[in-house]
């Protein structure tokens, strides 16, 4: 049938948001047919909650309960156990939980290995989800945005598709952006092979962001794939091979939603096998090496970040964007200051995450800030404290009970002709007794304290109603 130490400072880097954007949040339905418009959004409940969604995570809980998974995740564990970095007591006492996430991570990679019947599903997000009757554990890979609700899906080089969107009427993402990259993700390693400590960029065949999309007043829009161009939102794709074509939409708040999606293919094709057996296949063939190029992308990130350096902000492919990496490593009685500014970014973002790049649950601690979460100083800059305790400093970053770890500085949305010049402005590690002196530092009671982290747990959740 066919279907349609000293702080230092590290020039340059290396490109990674783009890999990680395919691998994280977001769900689109498949498509038989319907026109853009108000189609594109029917139906009551959770925007993300789509019938595929629901299927891929039920399948994913039984595709990570397999023993072959376990013993796989055993094997990794040994192996990871006696590296470098896992002398790290942080890395050491997290390893767990990275290697369940990415474990999750890639079977979202091969449940969307489906090019002949795409769908688009929420994926990639290391803080845990609760909802469709089923508890879902972090899925991460590494240095994934809180901010961001992400959508993976697989097609086919050569094809023709057709996606159908309706932005939610109580508020839009601070950034849309959808990108088609070749090769499968599920494979990092092949697409981004590794030579003298540094990967090869993946290769973005297109872009589109919010900037460039064409919407309707109804707030509906269609975006066609390959082939001809048929509407004014179209984007090439490769004439052959397997592709990943990601959705990445930024939240400014946590209340904000993203818009609801659905996929089709437009020409006709044979369906390719796709059950519970075929993606179990998928994972253990690939478990080793996916988990294996995650493990040690810290090693490689921006070409290799030593204790307490950071990378200069580098700008993001097409032009959205910049992102700075960090690591830190503090002593007891120390914390690390950094000044920013926000320039003419719609949307900027501070996250913490774990020595293997994986961030803490989201909801529970304030290991990460945005622009609608942040306090500015009078000269409407910001000053982020990283620090293990709660130094009473308003945008203090929880580093989860971490002394080693790593972030990451976003600034989105941008115009074309902003430049990372002056983006950062201070970035040091000082004792904690020194920012006890600093009185124009913003701060707040523990008591307002309290109620900001109360009111993550419900702002974060509100993505999965």
């Not at 959205?320 to 490593?329: E, I, L, R």
């Amino acid at each position: 049938m066919m279907t349609t130490g000293k702080p230092q400072f590290v020039p340059g880097g290396i490109s990674r948001r783009t890999t990680l954007g395919l691998m994280s949040a977001g769900a689109v339905a498949a498509l038989t047919g319907c026109s853009a418009g108000k189609e594109a959004a029917q139906g009551d409940g959770p925007w993300l909650a789509t019938p595929e969604q629901i299927e891929a995570e039920r399948m994913l809980l039984e595709i990570e309960a397999d023993p072959a998974v376990a013993a796989i995740k055993d094997k990794l564990r040994v192996t990871l156990s006696a590296e470098a970095r896992a002398q790290m007591p942080d890395a050491a006492k997290t390893l767990d939980e990275s290697l369940d996430q990415w474990t999750r991570s890639l079977i979202f990679a091969e449940l969307v290995h489906r090019p002949t019947q795409p769908v688009f599903l929420w994926a990639t997000d290391d803080t845990p989800r609760e909802w469709l009757g089923h508890k879902l554990g972090g899925v991460g890979t590494s240095g994934d945005n809180p901010d961001a609700i992400y959508r993976m899906a697989g097609i086919e080089g050569g094809g023709r598709y057709e996606i159908l969107g309706e932005y939610h009427p109580d508020g839009r993402p601070a950034q849309f952006l959808l990108e088609v990259d070749a090769g499968d993700m599920a494979q990092p390693q092949n697409i981004m092979p590794v030579t003298d400590g540094k990967h090869a960029d993946i290769h973005n065949t297109s872009i589109m962001s919010d900037r460039e999309l064409v919407v309707n007043d109804d707030g509906t829009f269609r975006i066609t794939l390959g082939g001809e161009a048929d509407g004014p939102n179209h984007m090439d794709i490769p004439p052959s091979g397997y592709c990943m074509a990601g959705v990445r939409d930024i939240l400014g708040s946590w209340t904000d939603k993203a818009p609801k999606l659905t996929l089709r293919r437009l020409d006709e094709v044979e369906p390719e096998p796709w059950t519970l057996e075929t993606v179990r296949e998928r994972v253990l063939a690939d478990m080793e090496g996916y988990i294996g190029f995650w493990s040690h992308f810290p090693d490689i990130w921006f070409g290799g970040l030593g204790p307490n350096e950071r990378s200069e902000p580098q700008g993001r492919p097409g032009g959205w964007g910049f992102v700075c990496g960090m690591n830190f490593h503090l002593a007891p009685d120390e914390v690390f200051l950094i000044n920013t500014v926000q320039g003419d970014a719609r949307y900027t973002g501070f996250q913490i995450n774990n020595p293997w790049m994986i961030a803490p649950d989201a909801r529970k601690k304030q290991v990460c800030l945005n622009s609608s979460q942040v306090t500015a100083n009078p000269d409407g800059s910001f000053t982020y404290v990283i620090a293990r305790e709660d130094p009473g400093v308003a945008n203090w970053l929880d580093t989860d009970g971490m002394l080693d770890g790593i972030g990451i500085l976003r600034w989105q949305a941008v115009p074309p002709e902003m430049t990372n010049e002056g983006l950062i402005r201070d970035f040091r590690v000082i004792k904690r007794s020194e920012l006890d002196a600093m009185a124009d530092i913003p701060r707040v009671t523990p008591e307002e304290r309290k109620a900001q982290v109360e009111a993550r747990w419900a702002a974060y959740s509100s993505r999965t109603l």
